[in-house]
């Protein structure tokens, strides 16, 4: 069977026409030359430097100001690593990398669920004695 892609100027391209197609990769805006590399650097990185934090302190992992710090930068990581992605065709990696982060945003969001409930039901025990 052959494949069916189409070309710029909407004609059918068969897998035998010699076709060039061009990628981008992410790793390509990591320009650490000039000031645009280091927060789409940053906007991949950052997980890791997070996780590593709440792994070596408990203070880091129950701090209101990290957990909320977290989601807006989940959502700011998002929002780059969408920009990056759309100056051409999204392939395989993008939704990777999207996919991980939303699941990044839901864990981070429960942290701030928890704490609001830990809260409440304090309170509560409290009022009882």
């Not at 934090?53 to 989601?71: A, N």
């Not at 930068?73 to 998002?78: M, Y």
Request: hydrophobic fraction near 40%; proline fraction near 3%; charge should be positive.
């Amino acid at each position: 069977s052959r494949y069916r892609v189409e070309s710029e100027n909407n004609d059918a391209v068969t897998k035998n026409d010699p076709v060039e197609f061009e990628y981008t990769y992410a790793k390509d805006c990591f320009v650490l030359t000039e000031w645009q590399g280091w927060p789409s650097l940053f906007s991949f990185s950052w997980p890791l430097i997070v996780l590593l934090g709440r792994w070596r302190s408990s203070k880091i992992r129950e701090s209101q100001v990290t957990q909320w710090m977290e989601i807006l930068l989940c959502l700011g990581s998002g929002y780059v690593i969408w920009a990056l992605s759309s100056f051409g065709q999204r392939l395989f990696g993008a939704y990777v990398v999207l996919s991980g982060m939303a699941l990044y945003l839901i864990a981070a969001v429960r942290d701030p669920i928890h704490s609001v409930a830990r809260y409440m039901q304090t309170r509560k025990t409290e009022r009882q004695l």
